[in-house]
């Protein structure tokens, strides 16, 4: 006998509720715009050999995840592996499929006659570049790890780990954000920076000494390795004598600690001699007095001078005081005295109406500006109003990649990354008001005009085929504000080019203000992910063709990735030869205040007829300046264009 063909696999889900033999795309959709609930779903067999569709509702729009079949195993994804389509269809029925949806409602007719509804909702069809595009669903959970420190850490929170370096980290689930949690010292999934430590291969130690059991940690958690077999609580341990010894051991008694989990988990100390026994048990209970001391001295200090030990031993040059406003501007202000702003106070005094006065404060004092305690998730707050104010020391979660931080990296750039940057002179000036540009009268407004060429060597975030698009940002005084993108290149990260697009950017206090490129990736929702950044001073730009080398999330060089651009900086008085500069500039300010009119008379529910006056002024204002600055940007690129057809003849 020989084997043949083999036996095919029996297709269970041919009578499943959910599955769908002959259903095109568009009937599906169909079919799901009847049903406005997020997790109503169906699987339908595509065209192409091997191919199924799982069509769903997620965030009210309607999505697709398409499925293959290879050999007898369905795969969805690039990391998803099912026996069956029933078994992809219950597991992701108690897993989110996208995002944070589970599968909860399989869609034939008979579901549409008890949940349909007779409208369609027009509205969950996404809009796509090119049709016939799928997503990608969530990737499978990893199995859980092993890490090694590579530094020491010390908890700053309670959910949090403390370690030393080499210390092993066992049971690790991986969070995005730069954090991760696992289990170390008899402390369950807390969290530690995820930049602190090393994977390392996950072999079990089958021979681990019995002893670790009664501290609730094995040897290879500590840095000392076999030599350690864990350590007790010793303040929190009572003793108690035994009349009996144990083996040859003649005296003996047992140590008891809360940190021990179980009742039965004891320590059973031996001794050759009552001298002996007296001994241990006299310097275990001096240790726990002499801790015991420490703590109640250190904690009247601390009430006493009402500051934690650690920070009193810095104080050296400044003295810690409450904020006083009254004293700004007087005699009583001394130059030694800093105080500390959580965001939310920071933020009362960095703003229009109070912005001069926190200037002429910082120009005396210094103010340390650090995040509120609800950022749970360790996010950043916006640092450039506080910086524009004057404020010296303001406090990031540096562990946090964001736009924040970023700007931050890229500001002490000015300084060569020495950690500190010198203030500009317009900040000891009086008449300098950091929200008004009226005060401006000692800086020249310059024009930044940036052409986006193209790219090389951008990074991916899965396996699918990149499709780029640029977002360059000013990022500055409130007045600079602006940003823009360019269109999206389809199907290519490796040397992406984009059209002759210039953006304009006027600037009115170069000073403090940023350009900042980011490029991202649109997926199938149209939804931009971020691939890569780059930020500068606008102060330390300078003419010309430049290769911008790219970085990652947290700053970091990335390899070989760079954007092509050219940028050209020009006085924007000296090239405003018909006061179209001057005339967008006061367009720009009037539609700023009959915007705030407006919202103004939203917020009080009071629609009269001011309120519609206003609104038409505003849409007017707008549409001008529209006017104006495309008429500008054209005029700026046709002289553009003429200088280096100048310079090409003079070649």
Not at 187 to 196: D, R, V
Not at 243 to 260: L, V
Not at 500 to 509: A, G, L, T
Request: charged share 30%; aromatic share 10%; hydrophobic share 35%.
């Amino acid at each position: 006998m020989r084997l043949t063909d083999p036996v095919p696999q029996p297709n269970a889900h041919e009578n499943k509720e959910w599955y769908h033999a002959s259903l095109t795309r568009l009937q599906a959709e169909h079919m799901l715009m009847r049903v406005p609930r997020d997790g109503a779903f169906l699987v339908r067999k595509r065209s192409e050999p091997n191919s199924y569709a799982i069509s769903f509702r997620a965030e009210g729009k309607i999505k697709h995840c398409r499925i293959q079949q290879e050999g007898r195993l369905f795969m969805l994804g690039s990391s998803a592996e099912f026996e069956s389509l029933v078994d992809l269809v219950s597991y992701y029925e108690k897993h989110p499929l996208y995002r944070k949806m589970k599968l909860r409602y399989p869609i034939n007719e008979e579901a549409l006659e008890k949940m349909g509804t007779a409208e369609l909702d027009y509205g969950a069809l996404y809009e796509v570049r090119t049709p016939h595009l799928y997503v990608e669903a969530n990737k499978m959970p990893t199995s859980r790890c092993m890490v090694k420190a590579l530094y020491d850490y010390k908890a700053q929170r309670e959910d949090e780990l403390s370690f030393c370096k080499q210390a092993i980290i066992h049971n690790v689930d991986k969070q995005d954000g730069g954090w991760w949690r696992g289990d170390y010292g008899g402390k369950k999934q807390l969290w530690f920076p995820a930049n602190y430590v090393e994977e390392m291969s996950n072999t079990p130690n089958t021979e681990q000494d019995d002893t670790s059991l009664f501290f609730g940690q094995s040897a290879e958690n500590s840095p000392l390795g076999n030599f350690l077999k864990g350590f007790i609580d010793v303040p929190s341990c009572h003793i108690v004598l035994s009349k009996e010894g144990r083996g040859p051991k003649p005296y003996m008694f047992t140590i008891h600690s809360q940190q021990m989990s179980h009742p039965s988990q004891a320590l059973d100390v031996a001794a050759d001699s009552l001298e002996e026994l007296n001994d241990w048990i006299a310097k275990i209970r001096e240790a726990t007095q002499n801790a015991d001391a420490r703590m109640q001295e250190g904690k009247i200090m601390e009430r006493r001078k009402k500051i934690a030990l650690e920070l009193s031993e810095l104080v050296v040059y400044c003295r810690p005081v409450p904020f006083d406003e009254e004293k700004i501007g007087t005699e009583k202000a001394c130059y030694r005295d800093m105080s500390s702003f959580p965001e939310t106070k920071a933020e009362k005094y960095a703003n229009r109406s109070k912005g001069k006065k926190f200037l002429q404060y910082n120009r005396r004092q210094l103010s340390r500006v650090y995040p509120k305690g609800q950022r749970l998730d360790s996010s950043n707050y916006d640092p450039l109003p506080m910086w524009i104010c004057g404020s010296q020391l303001v406090a990031l979660n540096f562990q946090t990649p964001d736009k924040p931080m970023q700007l931050n990296q890229a500001l002490f750039m000015l300084g060569g990354q020495t950690g500190y940057v010198l203030q500009p002179d317009i900040m000891r000036d009086d008449y300098f008001d950091p929200f008004d540009k009226n005060s401006l009268k000692s800086l020249e407004p310059i024009t930044v005009q940036v052409q986006i060429l193209g790219a090389r060597h951008l990074p991916k975030n899965g396996r699918s085929i990149v499709c780029p698009f640029v977002e360059v940002e000013v990022c500055g005084s409130e007045f600079d504000n602006s940003k823009n993108k360019s269109e999206v290149v389809a199907d290519n990260g490796l040397n992406p080019v984009w059209m002759m697009k210039e953006f304009v950017f006027d600037i009115n206090n170069p000073e403090f203000a940023f350009l900042r490129f980011v490029v991202y990736e649109e997926d199938m929702f149209s939804d931009p992910n971020f691939l890569a950044q780059a930020t500068f001073p606008v102060k330390a730009l300078k003419t010309g063709y430049r290769s911008v080398p790219l970085r990652n999330s947290y700053s970091e060089e990335m390899e070989l990735a760079a954007l092509l651009v050219h940028i050209e900086i020009v006085n924007a008085k000296e090239e405003d030869d018909e006061n179209l500069y001057t005339s967008i500039q006061q367009l720009r300010d009037r539609a700023s205040e009959l915007s705030n009119q407006v919202s103004s008379y939203e917020r009080a529910n009071n629609c009269d007829s001011r309120y519609q006056q206003r609104l038409d002024e505003l849409r007017a204002a707008q549409e001008r300046l529209l006017e104006l600055t495309e008429v500008r940007n054209r005029k700026l690129m046709e002289k553009k264009k003429r200088d280096r057809q100048l310079v090409n003849k003079r070649n």
